[in-house]
C-alpha cells in the first residue's frame, strides 16, 4: 500500500528543509576561514528558506513559495549593497509564514512565523548596535526552543514538548556560565530528546516506529491524536470518514500499526481485496454482490445474509492459536447496511459488539459516515468504546481535514481539530 499524499507531502517538506541544511552546513565547514559572522548567518537565512519554499511547493502554498522567494533576494541583496541589514531577510520570512498560518486558519504556523520575524528584528537591532549577529545567538535559541514547545502543542506529543522547556533552559544556563559549550550541550539536549520521543511512540503503537510517523503530522490522527495503547487492547472502535478519505488507506494505517501478536482479519466491503497488499496468512472475507471470484484466496459473502459473516468469524476464530490476539477489520458494513432495516441491523451490529467484547478480541468498525443516515451512525457509535472520526471539508477554496476523538477506555474527548 503506498503512502497517503499527506504523509508523502510532509515527508519531502521535511527533506527540503533537511537538504538546504545539509547543504548550508558543508558550504559553512568548506568556506569557514573566508566566511565572516554575517554571511554565515545570511547561509543560514538562505536554508532557512529555500525550506519554506519546499514547504510552499508542495503544499500548495504560493504565499509561502514566493516569501521564501523575496527573503532570499532581500538577503542576497543586502549582503552585496548593505551588509549590516541582512536580517530583513528573516524578517521578510517570518512575515509572511505568520500570513500564510492566518489565511490558513493555522495557529500552529502563524507562531512560528511571529517567532521568526522576532529574531530576524532582535538578530537586526543586535547588529546595528554592537556590528554583529553573535550577540543574537542566545535568542535564536530560546526562539528554537518555543518552535519545540509550539510543534508538541500542535502534535499533542509531551516529550518534545519538555525537549523544548530543556533546550530554553539549556540555551540560558551555559550562556550565562559555560558559552563555549552551549552548542555541543544543545547537541546532546536534541539526541537525547529525539531517543525519548522514539522510546514514546514506540510504547504508544506498540512496535518501532516509521520515519513516517516520527516526522509526519498526518498520522497523528489516530495513532497520537486517539489511542494511547496499542490497538489489541481495545475491543470495539469505530473510525468514521466522510469526504475524500479513502478506506483501504485506513486499513492500512491499522494494520501497520498491529504488534507482532496480532492475528489481523479482513471484513471488507467496497474496498475489495485486490486494493490491499494481503499476506497469504490473513484471512480474508469480500462481502459483496459481486460474482464468479471463487478463484482468488480469499472468502466471498453475500451481504444480504449477515449470518454468514458471523459463521465465517466463529470459524476462523476457532482456528486460531490461543496466545494470538485476533484483530478483525473492515469496511463491511458500508456493504451489508444497505441490505437490513433499522432493527436487523441493531441486532447484528451489538451482537458482533458484544462476542467481541466476550470473547476478548477486537474488531475495528471503518464505516464511510457520508453515506448512511444519522441513527444507523449513532447505532455504530452506541456499541463503540473508542470513536475516531475524520472529514474533509472545503475551507475558503483549500481541503481541510479534521479529526474528532471520543475514547472511553483512557477518557479522551476532543472537538474537530486540523491535522
Not at 40 to 69: D, K, L, N, P, Y
Not at 129 to 142: E, F, H, K, Q, R
Not at 245 to 256: F, L, P, Q, R, S
Amino acid at each position: 500500500m503506498k503512502m497517503s499524499n499527506n504523509t508523502r507531502e510532509e515527508m519531502l517538506v521535511w527533506v527540503g528543509f533537511a537538504v538546504s541544511f545539509a547543504i548550508a552546513f558543508f558550504v559553512i565547514i568548506l568556506g569557514r576561514e573566508q566566511l565572516m559572522m554575517d554571511q554565515v548567518w545570511a547561509i543560514w537565512t538562505i536554508a532557512m528558506s529555500t525550506g519554506f519554499i519546499s514547504h510552499g511547493i508542495w503544499h500548495r502554498e504560493r504565499i509561502m513559495t514566493f516569501g521564501g522567494i523575496l527573503s532570499i533576494v532581500v538577503t542576497l541583496f543586502s549582503l552585496v549593497f548593505a551588509a549590516l541589514l541582512f536580517p530583513m531577510g528573516w524578517v521578510v520570512l517570518g512575515c509572511v509564514v505568520a500570513i500564510s498560518g492566518f489565511l490558513s486558519h493555522s495557529r500552529f504556523q502563524s507562531l512560528i512565523g511571529v517567532y521568526i520575524t522576532l529574531g530576524g528584528v532582535i538578530t537586526l537591532f543586535s547588529v546595528c548596535v554592537t556590528g554583529s549577529a553573535l550577540s543574537a545567538l542566545l535568542v535564536w535559541m530560546v526562539l528554537s526552543g518555543l518552535i519545540f514547545i509550539t510543534v508538541a502543542m500542535e502534535t499533542k506529543n509531551p516529550v518534545v514538548h519538555f525537549m523544548g522547556a530543556c533546550w530554553i533552559l539549556v540555551s540560558v544556563t551555559s550562556y550565562i556560565f559555560y558559552s563555549e559549550l552551549m552548542l555541543s550541550l544543545l547537541l546532546v539536549t536534541f539526541i537525547a530528546g529525539t531517543s525519548a520521543n522514539f522510546l514514546y511512540l514506540y510504547r504508544l503503537l506498540g512496535r518501532t516506529p516509521k520515519i513516517a510517523e516520527i516526522f509526519s503530522f498526518a498520522t497523528r490522527a489516530l495513532s497520537l491524536h486517539g489511542l494511547k495503547k496499542p490497538i489489541d487492547q481495545y475491543r470495539v472502535l469505530a473510525l468514521l470518514i466522510r469526504g475524500n478519505i479513502g478506506a483501504e488507506d485506513v486499513i492500512h494505517d491499522v494494520i501497520t500499526r498491529l504488534q507482532p501478536r496480532c492475528a489481523p482479519m479482513l471484513l471488507l466491503g467496497p474496498t475489495a481485496p485486490m486494493q490491499l497488499r494481503i499476506s497469504d496468512n490473513v484471512k480474508v472475507a469480500w462481502i459483496t454482490t459481486v460474482s464468479e471470484v471463487s478463484a482468488q484466496k480469499f472468502t466471498t459473502l453475500s451481504p444480504e445474509d449477515p449470518s454468514s459473516v458471523s459463521i465465517f468469524l466463529n470459524k476462523s476464530l476457532e482456528t486460531l492459536p490461543s496466545e494470538v490476539k485476533p484483530v478483525i477489520l473492515g469496511d463491511f458494513l458500508d456493504n451489508m447496511i444497505p441490505h437490513m432495516n433499522e432493527s436487523t441491523f441493531y441486532k447484528f451490529y451489538s451482537d458482533l459488539a458484544s462476542t467481541a467484547r466476550t470473547l476478548n478480541y477486537t474488531i475495528v468498525f471503518i464505516v464511510k459516515a457520508d453515506i448512511h443516515s444519522e441513527v444507523e451512525i449513532n447505532v455504530v457509535k452506541r456499541f463503540a468504546d473508542v470513536i475516531i472520526e475524520n472529514r474533509e471539508r472545503e475551507d475558503k477554496g483549500k481541503l481541510v481535514r479534521e479529526v474528532r476523538v471520543s475514547n472511553l477506555v483512557d477518557n479522551i474527548h476532543t472537538d474537530w481539530e486540523k491535522y
